[in-house]
């Protein structure tokens, strides 16, 4: 059988039962057995016992089911409360007022918090209801928050960063290091853009505004503390180089536990629930990394990455050219499949290409975590989308109109990245000397 | 019968989970005993290889009731289209390939333990535990799931009502 066939084959398997809607992890285990079948004379069930069982074991991978862990304990505390009215008065001031709460307190999460989905769901938890209460315009309501919940994956820690991380053998650490300017950027230009709006809507836009209240700003600052706390144990500890991903995040577990008993919110049906939470999301995870390391191995022999990498090389394209070719096609792929199976499925064949190109492979992370999130704020299949439906009952199409802004937001965004990708590296450099 | 069966199965898949939920804990302790032990100065050995193998224990354990309670991601574009009968007979197919890779899956884990046990194969960290002892729980994480994914499809194929799709109530993916 001639190699063109072969790849054929291999290529409509994947596509074929992906689309079918066999589980991911699954449908690409299947696939890296039909390749290793096709392209090798390797016995293929021992490869593959043996490829999962040294990456399901790897202590790299161990971050993953600790942040998890703590976001699902955060979730369940009354944190959404403590953010909303630390930062309430701190941001009201500004043009478009609360809104920005939206964005300073997903920002906040984010450094807790590892998931996007979460972010959404925990600042949400408060702040929709109190800006409806205020006269908000619905679409801001819902659009700077899809927005902002996108910070929960770029703002370390950051569940999909771990999951590049350990796909393309960076340092978690370091990817942790360069995605936080990024991440505070990112946030800046979603204010930004509410005080444009703010502006240019101010006859329309009136919002009830609260009595000034008299609370000094050091009570503030002390509400906010158990939060800034364990952002420093958690994102202080990696960057100082006293802990690795792992150890921060069972710190960042102890942290939250006892941050949740200060609160008085800690109970053992919430605590076993956390638990039960995360052992769920990790083995939802760990079953799409299982396909997609031994589809990895696959892939190799097929080929089709060195291929692809030598034709896109041959092309001699400026990097700002590929850079939109990756955009666009993530976009496109994110209408079909969610965030990390796009990112894990995509790097067997991408990351050869994008070494050989030249990407600093921490930028690209930063990058890809943007495309990826962008991805999961646009219809059909958007993540972000589901849970904001859940939450404020409204139909898909306003959810996504209401988000479309802030796509556009995130697009401006990459083209400042790959402007001046001194954003993403420079603080990975100074840290590790 | 067959649904008593299927109870006792759902308790076995659940019991998994809250074995994989215990392993969690551990595993937590164990980063967080290594931790001290670089604080003050005391011998913590292996502990990073232990909870490499408390990770992947933990994570085959919850297999089976995650997939149970829906919760492992699909891509659901074509087939939240379909409903009635066209929607039964694709599950029957999903169903049908994902047990064959799942018995497969099972088969070559149990193999690496076996082949484990059978070459005494020890780790390589500093405490060179015996290495089929944490591979015997994977391997009967990925039995476990195996079992509950023929389990579906058995009761897609005769009693479809407990487990019809777009009629269930399920927890859907928890996704970050």
Redesign the interface.
């Known amino acids: 059988m001639s190699e063109v066939i072969a790849v054929v084959i291999f290529l409509s398997t994947l596509f074929i039962?992906?689309?079918?809607?066999?589980?991911?992890?699954?449908a690409l285990?299947?696939t890296a057995?039909v390749g290793m079948w096709l392209f090798t004379s390797t016995p293929i069930?021992?490869a593959?016992?043996?490829t999962?069982?040294s990456e399901?074991?790897?202590?790299t991978?161990?971050a993953l089911?600790?942040f998890?862990?703590m976001g699902e304990i955060l979730f369940r505390t009354k944190l959404s409360e403590t953010l909303f009215k630390g930062l309430a008065p701190m941001l009201r001031g500004l043009p478009g007022g609360l809104l920005h709460v939206n964005v300073g307190a997903s920002a906040v999460f984010a450094a807790i918090s590892?998931?996007?989905?979460?972010t959404v769901a925990t600042v949400g938890k408060m702040a929709i209801p109190e800006l409806r209460a205020r006269n908000y315009p619905e679409s801001m309501i819902i659009g700077t928050l899809s927005g902002a919940g996108t910070l929960g994956?770029l703002i370390p820690p950051s569940?999909?960063m771990i999951i590049f991380g350990v796909t393309v053998n960076e340092s978690i650490s370091k990817l942790f290091m360069a995605a936080m300017i990024p991440g505070l950027c990112l946030a800046l230009l979603f204010m930004t853009y509410i005080v444009i709006w703010a502006l240019i809507n101010k006859k329309t836009f009136n919002p009830i505004i609260d009595a000034v209240d008299t609370e000094s700003l050091a009570k503030r600052l002390l509400d906010l503390m158990p939060v800034l706390l364990l952002i420093g144990a958690v994102i202080g500890s990696i960057y100082s180089g006293v802990?690795t991903a792992?150890?921060a995040?069972?710190?960042g577990?102890?942290g939250s536990i006892l941050l949740s008993m200060a609160q008085r919110s800690f109970t053992w049906s919430s605590f076993?629930e956390s638990?039960?939470?995360?052992?769920?999301?990790?083995?939802?995870?760990?079953?799409?990394l299982m396909g997609a390391g031994f589809l990895s191995l696959a892939m190799g022999f097929t080929g089709i990455p060195r291929a692809l990498a030598e034709t896109i090389g041959a092309w001699e394209l400026s990097p700002f050219a590929l850079i939109a070719i990756l955009t666009l096609f993530y976009i496109i792929l994110g209408c079909?499949?969610?965030?990390?199976?796009s990112i894990v499925l995509t790097m067997a064949v991408i990351e050869p290409m994008v070494r050989a190109a030249g990407f600093d492979m921490l930028w690209f992370g930063v990058y890809l975590m943007i495309v990826v999130e962008m991805a999961q704020i646009t219809p059909?299949?958007g993540?972000n989308l589901f849970v904001l439906q859940g939450m404020t009952g409204k139909d898909m199409g306003f959810i996504s109109k209401a988000s479309f802004p802030m796509f556009c937001v995130m697009a401006l965004f990459i083209v400042i990245l790959a402007l001046f990708p001194g954003l993403a590296t420079w603080l990975p450099e100074i840290l590790s000397k | 019968m067959l649904r008593t069966l299927s109870t006792v199965l759902d308790g076995i898949y659940k019991a998994g989970?809250a074995a994989?939920?215990a392993l969690?804990?551990l595993?937590?302790s164990l980063?967080?005993f290594?931790?001290s032990s670089r604080m003050f100065g005391f011998y913590a050995g292996g502990a990073?290889?232990v909870?490499?193998?408390v990770?992947?224990t933990?994570?085959?354990l919850?297999?089976a009731?995650?997939?149970r309670?829906q919760?492992?991601?699909?891509?659901?574009?074509?087939?939240q289209n379909f409903h009635g009968t066209r929607r039964r007979v694709?599950e029957i197919?999903?169903l049908s390939?994902?047990s064959v890779?799942?018995t497969?899956?099972a088969?070559?884990?149990y193999?690496?333990v076996y082949d484990s046990w059978d070459f005494g194969e020890r780790s390589e960290g500093a405490d060179a535990i015996l290495i089929w002892i944490?591979?015997l729980p994977?391997a009967i994480g990925a039995f476990l799931l195996a079992v509950s994914v023929i389990h579906t499809l058995i009761q897609t194929i005769f009693d479809y009502d407990v487990v019809n799709p777009e009629t269930s109530e399920h927890?859907g993916?928890?996704?970050?």
């Open positions: 039962l992906l689309g079918l809607g066999v589980w991911v992890g699954a285990l299947t057995i069930g021992d593959m016992a043996v999962i069982w399901q074991s790897s202590w991978l161990t089911p600790l998890i862990w590892g998931s996007s989905a979460a994956l569940i999909s802990a792992t150890e995040a069972a710190l577990v102890l076993s638990i039960m939470g995360s052992v769920r999301t990790t083995a939802m995870i760990m079953m799409i079909f499949l969610d965030g990390l199976s059909p299949i993540f | 989970a994989s939920g969690l804990i595993l937590c980063v967080l290594s931790i990073t290889d909870a490499g193998y990770m992947a933990s994570t085959f919850a297999l009731y995650t997939f309670s919760g492992h991601i699909r891509v659901a574009l074509l087939i694709v197919i999903c390939i994902m890779v799942m497969f899956l088969f070559y884990m193999r690496l944490p591979q994977v927890e993916p928890n996704e970050v």
